[in-house]
């Protein structure tokens, strides 16, 4: 089996979405708010002080965890609250200053943002599990709206979500969850299944392949895909998947290939479940089944933002996604918006490739493609702002 559930390349894909590099963490000192003002341990949250115009410390219960995380108060007149759910990778989000440059933006018109770090990481207690459960992710954002609506925290009365990529599965389970949060901003988001054959074929030709030798992998991919789910054995599928194999760069991003008894594991378990947890055609893990009876369920307002030059994600095939079923639900809203020279990340870009985006987080301050903040800030003006 040639699934991964989405570590490696997709891991990479995600994790400085909306975010800033770790070059920017002085400047975004400057451009955030002066002060962090901590919790003290035995301070009980009927007496959680959020000083406005400063970063604040707090912490919550979730999977029988505390995790720790930061609120930022606007220093004008709070109008709502947004909790910035992850991507993919580690998090610190008080010394990397995360997604500081969005941050500031909603601050500015007058609203706080949340976010902590993932189990294991910076103060939260557990241990870090890249393929931590989206199931247990989107509890904590439950977890975390609920604990910020009982102590008060200011903009707890109007809690929208921001995402991007992993966060394409998390935000719609928490939406679905808590009936309370009010809107998404959805950046790159997702089908049900991972996105790792398509990236991992959409960036081939950047590392070397010719789109004839692409074709070939491509071909032979799914021929294992569809060896595996049938029932098919080791000494068939090590035939059929013989060029692919033997490609380094595929080898160095997926991961070693699985041996007899591995192959023959996997699919013992595969076909336990009658593989519903595996794409037909691809063999990506299925994150969340029934994804789309989940989207369509979704009584909120969406802004959707996508990069048309995206090799991290099919973002055609999620936008048809969500106007099949949000889009089709009279009691939301969706506003989708394609950046035509926008990566993954929805920096600017020529390629949209790995290798262009891992370039690019390099730099003390992220190439945003033109109207990304704009859009957001006028769409969040017009659906979550002002009255309806």
């Known amino acids: 089996m040639h699934t991964l559930k989405g570590i490696t390349l997709a891991a990479l894909a995600g994790i400085l979405i909306g975010g800033c590099s770790l070059k920017d963490a002085e400047t975004a000192r400057a451009e955030l708010v002066a002060e962090t003002v901590e919790q003290t341990a035995d301070t009980p949250p009927?007496?959680?002080?959020?000083?406005?115009?400063?970063?604040?410390?707090?912490?919550?219960?979730s999977n029988g965890l505390t995790l720790s995380g930061i609120i930022d108060v606007p220093r004008v007149e709070i109008k709502g609250m947004i909790i910035i759910?992850?991507?993919?990778?580690?998090?610190?989000?008080?010394e990397w200053y995360s997604h500081r440059d969005i941050r500031k933006?909603?601050?500015?018109?007058?609203?706080?943002?949340?976010?902590?770090?993932?189990?294991?990481?910076?103060?939260?207690?557990?241990?870090?599990?890249?393929?931590?459960?989206?199931?247990?992710?989107?509890?904590?954002?439950?977890?975390?709206?609920?604990?910020?609506?009982?102590?008060?925290?200011?903009?707890?009365d109007k809690i929208g979500l921001w995402g991007g990529s992993?966060?394409?599965?998390?935000?719609?389970?928490?939406?679905?969850?808590?009936?309370?949060?009010?809107?998404?901003?959805?950046?790159?988001?997702?089908?049900?299944?991972?996105?790792?054959?398509?990236?991992?074929?959409?960036?081939?030709?950047?590392?070397?392949?010719?789109?004839?030798?692409?074709?070939v992998y491509e071909q032979e991919w799914r021929a294992g895909c569809n060896i595996f789910r049938n029932g098919g054995s080791f000494d068939d599928y090590q035939q059929a998947t013989e060029v692919l194999r033997a490609n380094e760069y595929i080898l160095s991003m997926r991961g070693p290939w699985p041996t007899r008894a591995q192959y023959e594991e996997n699919q013992k378990q595969c076909q336990d479940s009658n593989c519903q947890r595996t794409h037909e055609d691809t063999c990506d893990y299925i994150w969340i089944l029934d994804f789309d009876e989940m989207l369509s369920s979704l009584d909120v307002d969406v802004l959707a933002l996508f990069g048309e030059k995206d090799l991290s994600i099919n973002?055609?095939?999620?936008?048809?996604?969500?106007?099949?079923?949000?889009?089709?639900?009279?009691?939301a809203t969706l506003r989708i918006k394609a950046f035509a020279d926008a990566d993954h990340s929805l920096n600017k870009t020529e390629t949209g490739s790995m290798r262009e985006m891992r370039k690019n987080w390099e730099l003390i301050e992220q190439p945003r493609i033109e109207g990304?903040?704009?859009?957001?800030?006028?769409?969040?003006q017009e659906f979550v702002l002002d009255e309806k």
């Open 46 to 61: 009927a007496a959680v002080i959020f000083t406005p115009g400063k970063t604040n410390d707090f912490e919550f219960e």
């Open 85 to 94: 759910v992850h991507s993919y990778g580690e998090t610190n989000v008080r």
């Open 105 to 156: 933006q909603f601050l500015d018109m007058g609203i706080a943002t949340v976010q902590w770090d993932k189990p294991g990481l910076g103060r939260s207690e557990g241990t870090f599990d890249i393929n931590q459960s989206v199931y247990e992710s989107g509890q904590e954002v439950v977890d975390a709206a609920a604990y910020l609506r009982q102590v008060g925290a200011p903009g707890a």
């Open 166 to 215: 992993r966060a394409g599965w998390i935000a719609p389970i928490a939406l679905s969850k808590d009936k309370d949060l009010e809107f998404w901003i959805s950046i790159s988001g997702t089908t049900q299944e991972d996105n790792f054959t398509y990236l991992l074929l959409s960036n081939l030709p950047y590392e070397g392949a010719t789109q004839e030798q692409v074709a």
């Open 315 to 331: 973002w055609r095939k999620v936008r048809t996604l969500y106007e099949e079923t949000i889009g089709q639900n009279s009691n």
């Open 372 to 380: 990304y903040y704009d859009v957001q800030t006028e769409w969040l």
